[in-house]
């Protein structure tokens, strides 16, 4: 199925007592742990935290690159147990083939399922279109700016009608305005295609801009510190960054994250800028990070 034909939403990803653990020549080292998380179908979810809190380990494992040491990852009440044309993933590097043009790194996917030329022509055209990207079809990667590459790398990872797309810190190569630009690409994609998507960034701004909620997971090891609804109507436009319930959300993010790169370094802090704010705390009193 191309993803141009879903309709309704679908992608439910649930994630139960996850960890992982990696074995390494200095003994095991705990990435994340006692994780939960679940995305709606439809969905639109982030995750934010500290450097180096387990979050590529969290997507990767739902991607069914790693396999959890403890814990289940289910999509849509499959568990995963490896890497799926149904779960679409894109990295920060932009992974395209760079012998193969634009229409063929999308078709790629498309191909190796054995759908007949004229079909995975048509499907990754409207893909690329939806892009703005038709009218470069015919280059190859290395003829293209960063964010072109991004946008191939976003389609080529819809083209099999995924149900979910996992995206880690795809805009984090890009200058400021390119990544204004692609988020607004990407939401619009989100929305035509009714998937879900789980989301890891280092951008606090990007997470409450194209997010419906975010988590926050604490140092390493990882875990769900605070989920935070984002209610902010869509569409969203560029100007909602100055609105006063943006700003709030902005603050109470940045306690949270500060709170544990201190606590990663051994330091604590009092803030007040989560006050009033609809957060939900995992496994912490508010009283414990006010
Ligand atoms: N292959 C590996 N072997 C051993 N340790 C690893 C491996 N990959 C990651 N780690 C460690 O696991 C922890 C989590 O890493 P991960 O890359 O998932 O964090 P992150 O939150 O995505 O980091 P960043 O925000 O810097 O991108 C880090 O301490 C990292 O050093």
């Known amino acids: 199925m191309s993803a141009m034909a879903t309709a309704t939403p679908q992608g439910h990803i649930e994630v139960e007592n996850f960890s992982l653990s990696y074995e390494t020549i200095d003994g095991l080292v705990d990435a994340v742990t006692n994780t939960h998380i679940h995305v709606k179908p ?30 289940t990852i289910t999509v849509d009440g499959e568990r995963v147990s490896g890497p799926s044309a149904e779960r679409g993933m894109v990295f920060q590097q932009y992974s395209l083939f760079p012998w193969k043009t634009v229409r063929e790194n999308v078709e ?28 470069f079809e015919k280059h190859y990667p290395e003829k293209l700016s960063g964010g072109m590459k991004q946008r191939v790398g976003i389609v080529r990872a819809l083209a099999t009608g995924p ?9 984090g190569a890009l200058d400021a305005q390119t990544r204004v630009i692609m988020q607004q690409i990407l939401t619009n994609m989100w929305q035509r295609l009714k998937i879900s998507v789980l989301f890891v960034t280092h951008d606090i701004d ?24 984002i209610p902010l109507e869509r569409p969203r436009q560029q100007s909602v960054m100055m609105s006063s319930e943006f700003l ?20 604590e802090i009092n803030d007040l800028g989560m006050q009033g704010l609809n957060i939900e705390l995992h496994g912490h009193s508010l009283v414990e990070v006010l």
């Open 163 to 171: 149900k979910v797309l996992l995206l880690d810190e795809p805009f």
């Open 108 to 135: 790629f996917g498309l191909k190796m399922r054995g759908m007949p030329r004229s079909q995975r022509e048509r499907a990754a055209r409207t893909l690329l279109g939806l892009a703005g990207l038709e009218a």
């Open 248 to 267: 709030a959300l902005r603050r109470g993010l940045m306690s949270l994250i500060r709170e544990e790169s201190l606590k990663a370094m051994g330091g």
């Open 206 to 229: 990007e997470a409450i801009f194209l997010s419906d909620r975010v988590y926050c997971m604490t140092a390493r090891p990882g875990s769900i510190k605070a989920e935070i609804p």
């Open 42 to 71: 439809g969905e639109f979810v982030s995750i934010v935290g500290p450097s180096g809190c387990g979050k590529s380990t969290f997507l990767n494992a739902v991607a069914g690159f790693l396999k959890p040491t403890t814990g």
